[in-house]
């Protein structure tokens, strides 16, 4: 049973530059979330997607866009990179439930912004 | 707007000692969730509290939430190498689970 799994691992562009990064949930699972970490600090929350809509978002400008496909797997986009833009991505899948889902991380893409 | 605030940010014991982090949230949750990182690793899963005042345990690891749902905290015994890592609480605003905020955690070093 495959966990959840982001392609690529690393990644660096430039300033400017436009990025996507893929994440293919855990087997069963329906939604999917993309956070940002950046270095010594929590998680933030960027946006949920289930059933294809975006459900939720955090507060990240529209540079941030993502999509989510019928096989539940999902995208992020990011537009016109800034410095300050390099993290880590992490995409968490989970089962929409009544109370409180359990989030399962994949391993992350580091993203190197120049 | 909401936050939650974990203290200490660091913290380094000897092997065989007692560790605790502390999670507070700015506002009522509907539950809280703990994850452990490795370093160089993803957030993992450890527990959800979703009552008030619960208490559970996992080993040597303690879990509490508030009676006002306010805060938590993971209590960890006789710490171990293994426990090495970030812990992070993230809190639930709401029923349906979404958009968890999570504090920025404590860095938990243990020197054998």
């Known amino acids: 049973d495959a966990g959840v799994t982001q392609s690529p691992t690393h990644l660096i562009k430039t300033r400017g530059q436009q990025v996507t990064l893929r994440c293919s949930p855990k087997?069963?699972?329906?939604?999917v979330s993309w956070y940002q970490q950046a270095l010594g600090q929590g998680p933030q929350f960027i946006f949920q997607?289930?059933?294809?809509?975006?459900?939720q978002r955090g507060n990240f400008p529209d540079r941030f866009s993502g999509h989510q496909f019928p096989n539940y797997s999902s995208e992020l986009n990011v537009n016109a990179l800034l410095l300050g833009d390099s993290a880590l991505y992490l995409c968490?899948?989970?089962?929409?439930?009544?109370?409180?889902?359990?989030?399962?991380f994949g391993s992350g893409t580091q993203l190197s912004v120049l | 707007g909401q936050q939650v605030m974990q203290i200490p940010q660091y913290q380094h014991v000897q092997e065989g000692e007692d560790f605790t982090t502390y999670c507070n949230s700015s506002?009522?949750?509907?539950?809280i969730q703990w994850y452990k990182q490795r370093p160089g690793g993803h957030p993992v899963f450890l527990i959800q509290?979703?009552?008030?005042?619960e208490v559970k345990k996992q080993k040597r690891l303690t879990f509490q939430f508030g009676e006002a749902k306010k805060n938590s905290s993971l209590h960890i015994t006789a710490t171990q190498t293994t426990d090495v890592g970030t812990y992070f609480c993230?809190?639930?605003?709401?029923?349906?689970?979404?958009?968890?905020?999570f504090g920025k955690g404590t860095t938990l070093s243990v020197s054998s």
């Open positions: 997607y289930y059933e294809e809509e975006e459900r």
């Open positions: 509290l979703v009552k008030s005042g």
């Open positions: 993230a809190g639930d605003l709401n029923q349906a689970g979404t958009a968890l905020i």
């Open positions: 087997s069963g699972h329906d939604t």
């Open positions: 968490a899948s989970s089962l929409i439930s009544g109370a409180g889902e359990k989030l399962f």
């Open positions: 506002t009522t949750l509907s539950n």
